[in-house]
């Protein structure tokens, strides 16, 4: 399952964190009346941190530790205080080294201050052994999926399906697989009353390249069968391309690509997070940039259904 860190000392989030099973996780209030409902409830989106272990480490002109230091300071200030945070993999620089976790546990300490549980999932730069090491304390734990960490966090407004697209470290392919696929299709299956949302890592690539290459999921094609045929699954959130982007399917299948907080690829593109506001018929989109003045900054985009 993905690291979930809720309300801990800062000593104690440095060291460790807490992992709840891949059962249910429900945090902050889901249930109320009904003008509560309509309330929306604020969720912020980050992906590909890739924190090295120098904090002062640049690439391709960006410092990311500072990039990612400027979006907590940023997703901290907002007047309604997101309910959640994810972070959607690459949360290393490169091959995930244990130096890197541990510069990335100093920075990410701000959310259970702050009282905003935080939840990790892991990308093609990560990996799980040095990951794990750094932020869990529970050596055996429970696991829906073996060698793979998934999970479902209820909100007020939808549940949230955090996958694993993981394949291996350093190797830009991901892949779901076929155990995680039967787990991921039982759990949306048994927890239909409320919109679904899934996250991976990974970009969907339902055709092959000139060159052969895979650099999305390798089995797009078995999961999004799975995801159009089930009418409450709304979204499918990722990030790897470093690129912001969001577009509907024609099954109505909504694609969040999250916006790199390390670095870009170009300089046009924006670098920063996702303020996602959710009522019970759909989902606010702004981007908010590191740099105030980018064209893209504080743009929305509404999603319905």
Wanted: charged share 20%; glycine share 6%; aromatic share 6%.
């Amino acid at each position: 399952m993905p690291i979930h860190y809720t309300s801990l000392h800062r000593r104690a989030f440095l060291q460790t964190s807490l992992v709840a099973g891949a059962s249910l996780l429900t945090f902050g209030q889901v249930l109320g009346d009904d003008k509560q409902q309509n309330v929306p409830e604020h969720v912020a989106l980050l992906s590909d941190t890739h924190i090295d272990a120098d904090v002062t480490k640049v690439v391709r002109g960006s410092v990311m530790s500072a990039n990612l230091q400027k979006v907590i300071a940023d997703v901290l200030a907002q007047p309604q205080q997101p309910a959640q945070a994810f972070i959607d993999g690459d949360c290393a620089f490169n091959v995930g080294l244990p130096e890197d976790y541990r510069t990335l546990a100093s920075l990410l300490a701000a959310f259970p201050s702050a009282n905003i549980p935080l939840h990790m999932a892991l990308g093609n730069h990560d990996d799980r052994t040095a990951f794990l090491k750094q932020f869990s304390s529970h050596k055996e734990e429970t696991q829906a999926v073996e060698g793979k960490h998934v999970s479902m966090i209820e909100t007020k407004h939808a549940n949230w399906f955090l996958t694993d697209s993981l394949q291996k470290v350093n190797n830009v392919t991901g892949e779901i697989g076929a155990q995680q696929l039967d787990w991921l299709s039982s759990a949306l299956k048994a927890n239909s009353e409320k919109p679904a949302i899934v996250l991976g890592h990974h970009n969907p690539q339902f055709d092959a390249r000139e060159d052969g290459r895979v650099t999305g999921l390798q089995d797009s094609k078995a999961l999004f069968d799975l995801l159009e045929s089930l009418p409450h699954v709304k979204a499918y959130v990722f990030g790897h391309t470093h690129s912001w982007s969001v577009k509907q399917r024609d099954s109505g299948l909504h694609l969040i690509n999250l916006p790199p907080i390390g670095y870009a690829f170009n300089e046009t593109s924006p670098i920063g997070w996702v303020d996602a506001a959710l009522t019970a018929t759909g989902m606010q989109l702004t981007l908010r940039c590191t740099d105030p003045n980018h064209a893209q900054h504080l743009t929305q985009q509404e999603l319905a259904w």
